[in-house]
């Protein structure tokens, strides 16, 4: 399996776009790093030096100011003033000179200004303090000073101009620096950009194509189209699910092809059964139906004159035919009800059970059992098969019936809500032990406290109620207790939502009790 893993595929993409954002980064810290420098230089190192050349020129000018003061008044105050200046002047004048030191042209402007200030303060400005104070100077000697004093002039303009110089050098340099540093990040975001399109485009290629053509192979799969598989494209575990989705489709190609043959065996084999039930049931039958009349003959014919053990041996004779002859109807029955030949039409279920209670009061009048209806007054319509419905119903009144105790009452009660209609059939008869309540359905199961009364049947009943029902879309519920009950609940989706009126009095109860229907109120 070519192809690399996705986590190296996107590993690959993220150092790519890692190693973009620390250039990016250092870059950038950098710059601001150099431009800092170059900053801290200007602020801390040459602004104080022009500053200081600036002060020795105002120290100049205020001995100058205090000399002529001095001369003009001889006030003491003024040679103070001289003497600070002069005290300022000498740590001004250092303060330059140790800036200019290494550079040659600023240092040779600064011993300029040095040499003109001093040639003007010892010809000029020392013999004037000297002198008597209020004296005045003679003209000669004030165009002495003034021509001294123009030359720091000038010698000062010149080192400020270098100064300025060399302030706008370093602006320029840190500004510089700040352009450059803007420059190399965008350069860099730029860079960036077009590697993570290329990322992205690779990404696509070789990770999220792969998956959205996998996920369009589900997508038909998923619709029907049995034949399509996944192309082995993409990272390795891409090509891994798809490999997997590719014998998943291959196993149940092969799992339908087992199903179409394990379908058309079990058509064969229904066909088979039902063959066969037919045709015993047909053979069955008709030997029974002989027997039957022969033993019938025979009774009429010895009539009165047979022991009383040939009588028994007759009647068990009988009690065995008409056992088999409901067991092969039984069959027939269940046959039917498995099978797909159904005439399904809107049945009133209230008055089909009806009918089913009236078809059981005979049997149940012979035991003095009651049988109560409650039903709502308005019809109950479901889709059904008319005849096996009754089938299935009349199995679970008449199992309440042969259940029962002598004298016992057997209630039927048909509710309705929430789209579906339930039937519910309890007795008060022997129920069934409860181990055995989930056997019941399974063909020719009896429980073991009927076998024991020994109540008549084939154990085929529950199982025919329980397929029409199916049938129907319907659900059976049996909850039993042995010596108690049993109720047995069905549920069929009803036609139509039943309509929502208002009942003032309560239902009716109909009560059969000995061959005679009576109304009674509910209780």
Do not use: C
Not at 489 to 514: F, I, K, M, N, Y
Request: hydrophobic fraction near 45%; proline fraction near 4%; aromatic fraction near 4%.
């Amino acid at each position: 399996m070519t192809g690399r893993p996705v986590a190296r595929v996107v590993s690959s993409v993220l150092a790519r776009i890692g190693l973009l954002v620390a250039l990016s980064t250092a870059v950038a810290v950098i710059g601001v790093v150099i431009a800092a420098v170059a900053v801290g230089d200007l602020t801390d190192d040459l602004a104080p030096a022009a500053a200081a050349n600036q002060a020795v020129y105002q120290d100049l000018t205020d001995m100058s100011a205090a000399a002529e003061s001095w001369s003009s008044t001889g006030l003491p105050a003024a040679a103070d003033d001289y003497r600070q200046a002069t005290l300022r002047l000498g740590a001004h004048e250092q303060e330059v000179r140790s800036f200019a030191t290494g550079d040659e042209s600023l240092e040779t402007a600064v011993e300029r200004q040095e040499t003109a200030a001093a040639l003007w303060i010892d010809g000029y400005a020392e013999p004037r303090m000297a002198a008597e104070g209020g004296v005045g100077a003679t003209a000669r000697d004030a165009r002495a000073g003034n021509a001294a004093f123009d030359a720091i002039r000038s010698a000062h303009q010149t080192t400020t101009q270098a100064f300025d110089s060399r302030v706008r050098s370093a602006s320029d340099g840190v500004s510089l620096r700040l352009r450059g540093t803007v420059l190399a990040v965008v350069l860099l975001a730029a860079l960036a950009a077009v590697v993570m399109t290329r990322s992205r485009r690779r990404l696509l290629g070789e990770l999220s194509t792969p998956l959205l053509a996998l996920e369009k192979v589900v997508q038909r799969m998923a619709r029907g189209d049995h034949d399509i598989r996944a192309a082995a494209a993409g990272p390795k575990e891409v090509q891994a699910v798809a490999q997997a989705l590719n014998d998943l489709a291959d196993a149940q190609t092969r799992a339908r092809a087992v199903e179409i043959w394990i379908q058309r065996e079990l058509r064969t084999l229904d066909t088979a059964k039902d063959d066969f039930v037919a045709n015993v049931s047909h053979e069955l039958r008709t030997p029974l139906t002989t027997i039957s009349g022969y033993l019938e003959l025979v009774a009429e014919e010895f009539e009165g004159q047979m022991q009383p053990r040939h009588e028994r041996m007759l009647d068990a004779t009988r009690r065995n035919v008409a056992r088999l002859k409901m067991l092969i109807d039984d069959l027939l029955t269940l046959q039917r009800a498995e099978g797909s030949n159904q005439q399904m039409e809107p049945v009133d279920l209230a008055a089909l059970v009806r009918d089913v209670v009236m078809d059981v009061k005979i049997t149940a009048a012979r035991r003095s059992i009651r049988i109560g209806v409650k039903a709502p007054q308005v019809d109950v319509s479901v889709l059904a098969d008319r005849a096996m419905l009754h089938r299935a119903f009349l199995n679970v009144v008449s199992n309440a019936v042969k259940f029962s105790h002598d004298d016992g009452i057997v209630d039927v009660a048909i509710t309705t809500g929430r789209g579906q209609v339930e039937v519910a059939v309890t007795d008060r008869g022997i129920g069934i032990p409860s181990g055995e309540i989930e056997r019941l359905g399974t063909r020719f199961f009896r429980a073991s406290n009927a076998v024991t009364n020994e109540i008549a049947g084939t154990g085929l009943g529950v199982r025919i109620m329980q397929t029409i029902v199916d049938r129907h879309a319907g659900a059976v519920v049996i909850d039993s207790e042995e010596g108690v009950g049993t109720t047995v609940t069905v549920r069929l989706p009803v036609q139509a939502p039943p309509p929502q009126l208002t009942v003032v009095t309560p239902p009716a109860v109909l009560s059969v009790v000995d061959n005679e229907p009576a109304h009674e109120p509910a209780p």
